[in-house]
Every structure is written in structure tokens, then in C-alpha cells.
């Protein structure tokens, strides 16, 4: 089992000095997250410091661009990395959509569907396998005169992922998708009896299996052989798991678990600003759930333990910030990268 960082693009200095640590550390991807700035240049930055590294974003917005922009972006990427670059996209949260980008979103689950197929139908096309000519319901794509065509190189066999949480998401990833990128607030609970079961339903409808579709799952992991030493890192966890469970849509992650009213609460804390207030909101109990806290020599055979099976990647969630936090830890974190890919 391969083991990927997550991480947020920054400045080039620091994509590449980290880039250069985790190759190092026997890591083998970097996944670059869309909030403060786009991924683009931070996957090439990452790429030329360290060229061995699978490179994917996780993910990049859908809906402000247009198909064939985000087509042409990835058709250049893969080029540029020599093929290691994956194209992971998300339909984002309304507001964000709306008016932090001035774009359309509903309804999301079809609209990027139609995202997709428009995607796939761009690369087709400049594969030269037929003429450009999307018609979905949001996208229509007709017109590639041959002075427009990106240029051929040797790896057109780009790869999709889309995220998705709910249901009829998950549902349409197994349809079109070539992977899912599964959100970092998940449990045990939700991966076997809500995303497994509505990928099945989605790769039937298509005619497909659920083999067919990647898991990509990012992991919140705070170890440490000590609870002082664990004890940041617990902080950072508690933090990011409550401010992804104050989206309402989550709730039901709470909710199955035997916490309800979780979200509510988390979402009042939120609007009030009172972010102490939500970390705080987040038990022991919770956090055995959402993340995994241990010593250093047990977290190979937790990730094991709770992702055999069912992940195809795992993604270091923490992993970029624990470095950051404490450079000396990059030894242990490759002696968990090197453990995993020899025991799974």
C-alpha cells in the first residue's frame, strides 16, 4: 500500500523542500488541495524537486472552469511529470461556488457528472479519436479545429477522481469516475455501510465493479510514544475533524455513530468564532472514530487494521504538518511508509 501527503499549495520553496522530504522519506505521492490558490504550479514546483513522486490534486474545483480548461491543465501536467500526474476534482459547497467564484452549482451531483463525461470527451479528442462532440445537459463541447488540438506526447492515459460524500455522489463516481477521493472525515462505520454500498450501486448501474473504482482516503494520524509528544498533533486533529463536521450536510457522520446533534452544535460554535469552543466539542471517544492516535510502532498496523481492503492509496493527512511541526519526525513517518508498503 502506497502512502501519499496531503498537503495545501504554498510558495515554491516550500512545495519543494517538502516535496524533497517526503521522496526521501519513501512517500510515494504528494496530493495538493485547492483553498488559498490553485494546484497547477505547486504540482510542477513538487515535480521538478522531486520527479519520482505520483503527483494529484485533491482536489481541484470543478465548476469555475470549464471542462476543456481543466482538460488542457491536466493534458499538460501529465505530459510535464511523465505521466505522474491524476486529476482529482470536487464540486465544492455552494457558497463557495456562488459567490466566492461567481459560478453555477446545482445541482452538483449531475452537473459534475456531466463534468466528467465533457472531460473525458476533451481527451478523446485530442487523442484524435474522434471529433470533439459533448452534448450533456450542462456541457455541450463541439468545436477543436486542429490548430487548437494540445499537442500529442506519450501519456494520454489520464486518470479522473472526483470527491464524494453523499450518497448519490458516491453513487455517480461509480458510474463515471476513476477513483473516489473519500473525504477526511470518515470512519470505519462509513466507509463499510454508507460509501461502499452506494459505489456498488453506481459501478452496477454502469456496468462495472466496485474494483473498478480507486479509493483514495486520507488519514488523520497523530502519533507519538508519548501523550506530550502526541499531544499537537491530537490538537491539529481535533480541529480539523470539528471544523469539517460544522458543515451540516456531514451530520449524518455524528449522527451514525451515536452523536447526534454533533454538527449543530459544532455549526454554532463556528458562526460564533468560537473555534477553542469546537476542537473542544470533539471527544476522546470521537477522535478513536474519525483519526488514529498511537505510538509511533503501532501505526502501520492501525492504518492496516482499518483500511486493508478497501483503500487503494492512503494519504498522510497530518503527515505535511507533523514535519512542519517537528522535522525530526520524518524518519519515523518513512519507517511507516516503508512498513506499509511491505505489509499491504
Partial sequence: MDL?????????????QLARDIESAHFAGLVLTEMRQPPWLS???AHQAAPTLQLSTGIAVAFPRSPMIMAQTAWELADATGGRFRLGIGSQVRASIERRYGSEFAPPVARLRDYVEAVRACW??????HPLAHDGPYYQLNLLPPVARPRRHDHEDLRIDIAAVNHAMVRAAGEVADGIHVHPLHSAHYLHRRLVPALEEGAGRAGRSVADVDLLIPVVVAPGDTPEERAP?????RGQIAFYGSTRNYAFQFDDLGFPGTSARLNERFKAGDLAGMSAAITDEMLEHFAIVCPWDEVASRLQ????????????YTAAESIRRDPSSLPRWSEVAQELKNRF
Fill in 305 to 316: 487494521a482499518r483500511y486493508a481492503g478497501i483503500a487503494t492509496r492512503l494519504i498522510a
Fill in 233 to 237: 498533533l491530537v490538537e491539529f486533529a
Fill in 124 to 129: 478523446a479528442a485530442f487523442r484524435g479519436e
Fill in 4 to 16: 501519499d501527503v496531503m498537503t495545501e499549495p504554498a510558495s515554491w520553496g516550500a512545495v519543494q
Fill in 43 to 45: 504540482v510542477v514546483a
